[in-house]
């Protein structure tokens, strides 16, 4: 079946910096999303994006699908943006979940 | 529109006892999908249905978890005799679409506020 990766597992930074968060996949795929766990455990879905780039405010997505990655861009964090970022993909029915990127904005 | 409705929020039990979780997926929804997260772990998928049949359950421990949706609408899933490792939060999440098929919109998933789940 399809592997996940998502780097880094864990990443810590100041409040207005930007960060890139990575999502490797090992197959062709037709369903992307990104998703937030806000530390409260609620997930919101962030962007679905096979290919292509998306933007929505402070937050922008690029899927690169011929090289089976994609890229999802924070900018001017703020301590909202904490939280789990989870990336799940699907060649047939079934989403595949990435193990999450921790992303923790100090104030 | 509303969301996902998922109750209880927290239910604690002894092991061995039973307990049951509501979802009631956003209205027009055909699928319907139940995850387990455990503390520090992505979702795991248990069963998905689409309208009042099962897609996928091959991730669900039928020995002990059973879930049903009979109206197409809202589901319950139960777990009977409950076990330490069940400790977790149970997520229902819905889509327009299955996952594959319809593309865009149809397909993304929805997800409910979760009901945790403490085996003692």
């Known amino acids: 079946g399809i592997q996940v990766e998502q780097s880094p597992p864990d990443l810590i930074l100041q409040e207005g910096a930007n960060s890139t968060l990575r999502c490797n996949f090992s197959?062709?795929?037709?369903?992307l999303q990104w998703f937030h766990q806000n530390p409260w455990g609620q997930l919101i879905n962030l962007f679905y994006i096979p290919s292509g780039t998306k933007q929505n405010g402070r937050l922008s997505a690029t899927t690169v699908a011929t090289e089976r990655y994609s890229l999802l861009y924070i900018s001017s964090s703020q301590t909202t943006d904490s939280g789990v970022y989870f990336c799940?993909?699907?060649?047939?029915?079934?989403?595949?979940w990435g193990a999450g990127t921790k992303l923790i904005i100090k104030p | 529109e509303a969301g996902v409705a998922q109750s209880p929020r927290y239910k604690i039990i002894e092991k061995r006892q039973s307990v049951a979780f509501w979802c009631n997926p956003i209205?027009?929804?055909?699928?319907l999908y139940w995850y387990q997260q455990i503390l520090g772990q992505g979702p795991k998928l248990l069963i998905q249905?689409?309208?009042?049949?099962?897609?996928?359950d091959s991730q669900l421990p039928k020995d002990r978890f059973s879930a049903e949706r009979l109206k197409g609408v809202d589901s319950t899933l139960k777990i009977q005799p409950a076990k330490l490792e069940d400790s977790a939060v149970y997520l229902c999440a819905s889509s327009l679409a299955p996952v594959v098929g319809q593309g865009a919109g149809a397909n993304v998933l929805t997800f409910g506020a979760g009901s945790r789940l403490t085996v003692l």
């Open positions: 209205s027009g929804h055909a699928t």
């Open positions: 249905f689409q309208n009042n049949g099962v897609v996928d």
């Open positions: 197959d062709s795929v037709n369903n």
């Open positions: 799940a993909v699907s060649g047939n029915y079934q989403l595949i």
